[in-house]
């Protein structure tokens, strides 16, 4: 499936954006996840959404703050964050595999389980 994310900008602390991730073919049966990637720093993991929609899984730095969304019928999958951080700049990805787990693991999924990946949405948060 192939993925493509929009919806970044700049913004100030305190402020919102909602990403975008657009996709090719249908996304029922995919597990659906969103990373970052901050300059100097690995890609990390931000928010993942089972192909139900039923389940979801944050990151500890976004959690009450970022919601994860899926609307199968447009198969687009979003992410809204609020109260952004100047930390939360990075360059954000939308993943999409048919096999990773949301629930029952004690670890976050890693950007390696996907298989599927978009071209990324540059996301700066100023102070």
């Known amino acids: 499936v192939q993925l493509q994310a929009s919806g970044g900008g700049l913004v100030q602390a305190g402020s919102s954006l909602r990403l975008s991730c657009t996709t090719s073919e249908r996304i029922s049966s995919y597990t659906m996840g969103w990373f970052r990637q901050a300059p100097g720093k690995e890609r990390e993991f931000v928010a993942a959404i089972s192909w139900s929609g039923g389940t979801t899984r944050y990151a500890d730095s976004v959690k009450g703050r970022f919601t994860i969304s899926r609307d199968t019928f447009k198969n687009m999958v979003h992410l809204q964050m609020n109260s952004l951080k100047p930390e939360d700049t990075a360059v954000y990805y939308c993943?999409?595999?048919?096999?990773?787990?949301?629930?029952?693991?004690?670890?976050?999924?890693?950007?390696?389980?996907?298989?599927?990946w978009g071209q990324g949405t540059q996301v700066t948060v100023s102070s």
């Open positions: 993943a999409a595999d048919r096999w990773v787990m949301v629930a029952g693991s004690l670890n976050d999924p890693e950007s390696a389980d996907f298989e599927s």
